[in-house]
């Protein structure tokens, strides 16, 4: 997978709950990675709803292929679960993959993805694995990577980089185990591990491991206990490892990976990272060999469908596109999988394992960037300077000045980390490694650097924020709710402690941890507690060196919408600040606090309540400290307008995303002609919503109005320029879309539109095709339509809504007369936009012809306009493009591959001749006869028919 690009898939429980949570996910995903390919989607829930949306699904895209070119549009994809996911993924998850994880009740994603997926990550080494109960959505989301960043220029094999490179700091691993060839597990669902990962970006996501736990899924309690690995664990493995000769190679590899796990955790435990780490490495390479082959994919991937085939839950209607047999075409197959990967060599893509050649080329980086790296292998770095760390190059390895004010004393290798032994005494690894891998990896260097205080190169601190820092690389966000739950142990994560604690530390020594973890935790690292730019200048001090470069997500996102909707608008997922569209929705509008609630998006969340701790409940209780910390988890809380409380998250974000249109500038000059239709619409709407101090009482501006006309005049046009001048949101939908895509969900539809519309005013509200929408009613017609029609004529006619907001309708059609009469009243102001004139003609051609070399004059300009006279504005657009071609044409087709772009000839009237022969008016004269005849009734122009009602009702009544 190419640099930067980065696939998010996402365990979504598709909930009304918990569907804003993970939506937000997505979205701050998408907006933190902007070569984001694939968000991938997974519902499992509901399995008739998410069966239906399958089908639906499938309805539009037939194929796992076509699927798979969904994906690749980035276009989120929704699927029915790990069936599909296999589709899809093929059985490995691509190098750089983010998985987004939640359990659901029964452990599906546990039992399956996990084990046939996840476990594979610990080869891929650089999946990033999220998990979390977490209910307080903002404070998980701050969690999330900061963008990634192309270090290309650093480093000259971008593979390596993006391999190197980490997506996350916290981690939240629930690995599946397989209790039956396991005794140590009998009696559990799965590993539950806490990890921190350096952002120096080891190559094994689970290098600096935290904490093991292991959790049983009892319906939806989750039982989480501290670890314990037993002296014999080598026998246990002895007895995996003969186990596993005799399964089928898919199994075989499951077991083998559980045992390389337990050994890596086994010896970490007992021997310190370090070392755990080289035997890690080691294993990884010889494991990865094996499952990166092609052969071994495919075994996953059936291993996996043999799995979803006997899930229960699976409904009936949905079968996986992917046989038993593997996918239909392996090599097709697999290059989509492969993403990117240029080896396309029977061994597989092996982007996910290192080759010597990129092992090669980071090792003399290593050496290059980072002379200190051997010394640091070498435990020879007694201290570590934090304000030294620098943004930089990765892997930076800051030996210290031993005397300088901020240095972090030398801890001395406690009992957890004891100081590396030979490991060949332990009987747990035949040789010491003894390749390059296991030092050119920076599995050593990586994971030695906090046994052994060689600070990685990370998001760096003070010294005075160390304190809070080192006890606090998770916290409050993800950790904190951990870290009640999970009770101690979490002196680990503090240099300054001393020894490791026994799980049910006692109440002071829980408190000492809250205290000096602070109570941003993790956000604390993310800078939002003692990292923000506040938080420095109140402490008089200055942020570290580096510091100016760390940006927390949030805040990256922030600068990014500023940048790209300027300080007015932009969306932003919860800000408060007045100057952003906030998700919150008070952006560019009025802010009201008192429409405000405070609201957690996911704070019902199903997630959580299937993550009760008995621990957590124990150790916060009886002294109120969770009380504490849900004050402060409500006061981080997403602030939610009001307006939107009562509609479903997914439907909002779908607003966002589809309908919400932040497009680009258009100003009257861009549309020719229609003079009177753009003197009355400035008058009637911009103006007013310029300033609507002044247009109050009888001068307040009609809720909505009309364009009609022939197509390709310039309607949509003119909704566009309406919000962009008037500085509005602008949404557009086509009412087609609102009854057939979203069917049996129209009015909710509308309602949620209206509702996001107030929220983000002043909006523009542009609906094309309106009479689908708000065609006459009648005795036939469905009941859904129906719905939807009386929804959006209460909408339109402001029941419920505020007479201050600025909300603005504009219905398009080509079809006036179809119009209900209810709606007809509503649209007050009903403009007809007729056929470009030939002023209008001739300046649509000069203006479409202002970016193209052409030898026209004025009068052959003249001349053309005169000669389309019935062409509408998209025809004339049409005619223009067309014409463009001519002087391509006339090239042979010898020539079209080497000239060069400037040699191409200028376009000319001979062109446009050719080119009126072949483009001709959209538009009948019949067709407009009836446009004419209904303006002349019901438009708003000047020209319009009065009907004498007196005289003409008493002739009408005597035929
Ligand atoms: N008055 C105009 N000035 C400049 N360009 C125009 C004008 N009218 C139409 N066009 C061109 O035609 C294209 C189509 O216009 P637009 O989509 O606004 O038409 P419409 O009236 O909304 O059509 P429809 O009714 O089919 O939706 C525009 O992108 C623009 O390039």
Same mark, same amino acid.
């Given at each position: 997978m190419p640099l930067g690009q980065v696939t998010c898939w996402t365990g979504l429980t598709l909930e009304p709950t918990t569907y804003d949570f993970w939506s937000l996910v997505v979205a701050r995903l998408r907006t933190n990675f902007p070569n984001c390919r694939n968000v991938i989607s997974a519902l499992t829930v509901e399995p008739t709803w998410s069966c239906d949306y399958v089908r639906y699904q499938q309805h539009s895209h037939p194929s796992p292929a076509a699927w798979k070119r969904f994906c690749g549009r980035s276009i989120e994809l929704i699927a029915s679960g790990i069936p599909s996911l296999d589709t899809v993924l093929g059985g490995g998850l691509p190098l750089g993959s983010i998985v987004l994880l939640t359990e659901d009740e029964l452990g599906t994603y546990s039992d399956m993805f996990l084990k046939t997926y996840l476990a594979q990550g610990l080869v891929h080494g650089d999946t990033v694995f999220l998990a979390t109960p977490e209910t307080n959505v903002k404070a998980f989301c701050e969690c999330l990577p900061a963008p990634m960043e192309s270090h290309a220029d650093e480093l000259a094999d971008p593979k390596i980089v993006s391999r190197c490179y980490q997506l996350s700091d916290i981690v939240f691993g629930l690995v599946a185990i397989d209790s039956t060839s396991n005794p140590l597990y009998s009696e559990y669902t799965g590993l539950f591990q806490l990890h921190k990962i350096s952002p120096v970006n !080891? #190559?094994?996501? %689970?290098? *600096?491991?935290s904490d093991d736990w292991a959790f049983k899924l009892i319906k939806k309690r989750l039982l989480i206990e501290r670890l314990t690995l037993p002296p014999e664990l080598d026998t246990v493995l002895r007895k995996l490892s003969s186990d596993a000769s005799s399964l089928p190679p898919n199994l075989a590899l499951n077991t083998e990976r559980a045992n390389i796990l337990l050994k890596y955790r086994y010896t970490a435990k007992r021997k310190g990272d370090w070392l755990a780490s080289e035997i890690l490495g080691n294993q990884l390479r010889e494991y990865g060999n094996r499952v990166d082959d092609r052969q071994s994919i495919n075994n996953f991937a059936s291993a996996t469908l043999e799995l979803a085939c006997k899930l229960r839950k699976d409904c009936k209607g949905w079968k996986s596109g992917l046989p038993l047999s593997g996918p239909p075409n392996l090599q097709e197959f697999l290059k989509n999988v492969d993403s990117g990967c240029a080896n396309t060599s029977e061994q597989g893509c092996t982007a996910a394992v290192p080759s010597s050649h990129e092992l090669h080329n980071f090792k003399l980086f290593m050496s290059r960037s980072n002379p200190e790296t051997q010394k640091a292998q070498n435990h020879e770095l007694p201290l570590v300077e934090s304000s030294r760390i620098q943004a930089g190059p990765l892997f930076r390895i800051t030996p210290l000045a031993p005397h300088t004010a901020n240095r972090i004393p030398y801890r001395q290798p406690s009992s957890h980390h004891p100081p590396p032994t030979d490991l060949k005494q332990t009987g747990f690894i035949a040789k010491k490694p003894s390749s390059s891998f296991g030092h050119d990896r920076d599995f050593s260097s990586n994971q030695s650097t906090v046994t052994n205080n060689v600070v990685p190169h990370r998001k760096p601190f003070s010294s005075h924020e160390s304190n809070s820092i080192k006890t606090s690389n998770f916290g409050s966000s993800v950790g904190g709710i951990y870290s009640s739950r999970v009770g101690g142990r979490f002196k680990k994560w503090g240099n300054n402690e001393k020894e490791e604690e026994p799980v049910q530390s006692s109440e002071d020594d829980f408190s000492r941890r809250e205290s000096s973890r602070g109570r941003g935790g993790f956000r604390g690292y993310g800078g939002r507690n003692q990292f923000d730019g506040s938080s420095f200048e109140e402490k008089h001090e200055q942020p570290p060196i580096g510091m100016a470069a760390f940006k927390t997500a949030r805040e990256q996102l922030k600068i990014e919408n500023q940048k790209k909707y300027g300080n007015s608008h932009g969306p932003s997922f919860g800000g408060n600040n007045h100057s952003e569209t906030s998700y919150g929705g008070y952006g560019n509008g009025k802010y009201d606090p008192a429409r405000t609630i405070k609201k !957690? %998006? =996911? =704070?019902? =969340?199903v997630v959580n309540s299937k993550f009760v701790s008995p621990l957590i409940s124990n150790n916060t209780s009886s002294d109120g400290r969770q009380q504490e910390r849900q004050t402060s988890n409500s006061q981080e809380n997403e602030e939610i307008d009001e307006r939107l409380k009562n509609i479903e998250p997914r439907m909002i974000e779908l607003i966002k995303n589809e309908i919400m249109d932040c497009g680009s500038k258009i100003t009257w000059d861009d549309i020719a002609g229609l003079h009177f239709a753009k003197t009355t619409i400035q008058e009637i709407v911009v103006w007013p919503m310029l300033r609507p101090d002044i247009f109050t009482g009888l001068r307040r501006p009609p809720k909505g109005i009309l364009l009609f006309g022939p197509p390709g005049t310039g309607k949509t046009l003119i909704g566009k320029c309406i919000a962009s001048q008037s500085g509005s949101t602008f949404f557009s939908i086509s009412a087609s879309s609102l009854t057939s895509k979203w069917i049996g969900e129209g009015e909710k539809m509308v309602r949620a539109l209206f509702a996001v519309a107030r929220v983000h005013q002043p909006a523009v509200v542009f609906i094309d095709e309106i009479d689908s929408l708000l065609s006459q009613r009648s005795e036939s017609e469905h009941e859904s339509s129906r719905r939807i029609k009386t929804e959006f004529l209460v909408q339109l006619d402001g029941a419920g809504t505020d007479e201050e907001d600025r909300l603005l309708v504009i219905g398009a059609t080509n079809?006036?007369? *179809? #119009?209900?009469e209810a709606a007809r009243r509503r649209l007050v102001k009903r403009l007809y936009i007729p056929l470009p004139d030939l002023e209008a003609r001739k300046e649509m051609v000069q203006q479409l012809m202002k970016c193209e070399r052409n030898e026209l004059n004025p009068q052959e300009i003249d001349e053309l306009a005169k000669s389309s006279d019935g062409f509408s504005g998209a025809d004339m657009k049409h005619l223009c493009q067309e014409a463009c071609l001519g002087p391509i044409r006339s090239l042979g087709p010898s020539q079209i591959s080497s000239i060069a772009a400037h040699q191409v000839r200028p376009v000319n009237m001979s062109d446009f001749t050719s080119a009126l022969k072949r483009v001709h008016p959209s538009v009948g004269p019949d067709d407009l006869h009836q446009y004419v005849t209904w303006n002349k009734t019901y438009g708003s122009g000047p020209n319009t028919f009065r009907f004498r009602y007196s005289k003409d009702l008493k002739n009408y009544s005597s035929v």
């Open positions: !080891s #190559l094994t996501p %689970l290098a *600096e491991v !957690s %998006l =996911g =704070g019902k =969340g079809r006036p007369q *179809e #119009l209900d």
